[in-house]
């Protein structure tokens, strides 16, 4: 258990459609990072929030966006749904600048039908 | 362009010795990191290496070469729960944002 939380665990939409991932990050944790994995890949890098604030975005188009709370918590907004956004959200908590204290959640399986 | 390769899949039989290699090409880097992932699961935290050299932590060990752009993963006296993807990643602070690029994973089937 790292202490990373996310709901929820398993979700179904349907294209069009919009979703809300959330992540509760580690006690002490000041910024969070989002990935996307698609079945049979690595994760691939969405956002990273710090300070509340977007630090830094990997290639992902505008309809994914973010938020981050003054409490570290963050989440994963996706507008506009398309069948290939089907996949497992993870959301990983560190300190800041500290990767190697980075934690993974246990992730947010979105199926788009 | 950031690159990183590593096999696709693997067997290896139980009390075995298994090897993952892990090459890559990034723009920036700033250590390297292993992850094991259970299928369904989320990746947890196996190995950081930031300087050359072999780093050991009891049946799993990490090498880093930085001048040949290249890691493997060695795993000693196989169990059968070792049987899971791993996946290689490197740290790359890059736009001044400090986040990780994955490989695509190497699934290790374990046999009796």
């Known amino acids: 258990e790292t202490g990373v939380t996310q709901s929820p665990t398993h979700l179904i939409k349907t294209r069009g459609q919009q979703v809300t991932l959330r992540c509760s990050s580690q006690?002490?944790?000041?910024?969070v990072s989002w990935y996307q994995q698609a079945l049979g890949q690595g994760p691939q890098f969405i956002f990273q929030?710090?300070?509340?604030?977007?630090?830094g975005r990997g290639n992902f188009p505008p309809r994914f966006s973010g938020l981050q709370f003054p409490n570290y918590s963050s989440e994963l907004n996706v507008n506009a749904l398309e069948l290939d956004d089907s996949a497992l959200y993870l959301c990983?908590?560190?300190?800041?600048?500290?990767?190697?204290?980075?934690?993974f959640g246990p992730g947010t399986r979105l199926l788009v039908l | 362009g950031q690159n990183i390769d590593q096999p696709t899949e693997m067997t290896a039989t139980e009390g075995a010795i298994v090897q993952i290699n892990c090459t890559y090409q990034?723009?920036?880097?700033?250590?390297l990191f292993w992850y094991q992932q259970h299928a369904g699961e989320a990746p947890t935290f196996l190995s950081y290496?930031?300087?050359?050299g072999l780093e050991e932590k009891g049946r799993f060990s990490s090498f880093l070469s930085r001048s040949k752009g290249y890691s493997y993963l060695l795993l000693k006296e196989l169990q059968m729960k070792d049987s899971a993807s791993y996946l290689c990643?490197?740290?790359?602070?890059?736009?001044?944002?400090?986040?990780?690029?994955f490989g695509t994973g190497t699934r290790l089937q374990v046999f009796p």
């Open positions: 290496n930031v300087l050359d």
């Open positions: 990034t723009s920036g880097f700033n250590g």
């Open positions: 990983a908590s560190s300190l800041y600048g500290e990767q190697e204290t980075q934690y």
């Open positions: 990643a490197v740290r790359d602070e890059t736009y001044n944002t400090d986040k990780l690029i």
């Open positions: 006690s002490g944790h000041n910024t």
């Open positions: 929030y710090y300070r509340e604030e977007e630090n």
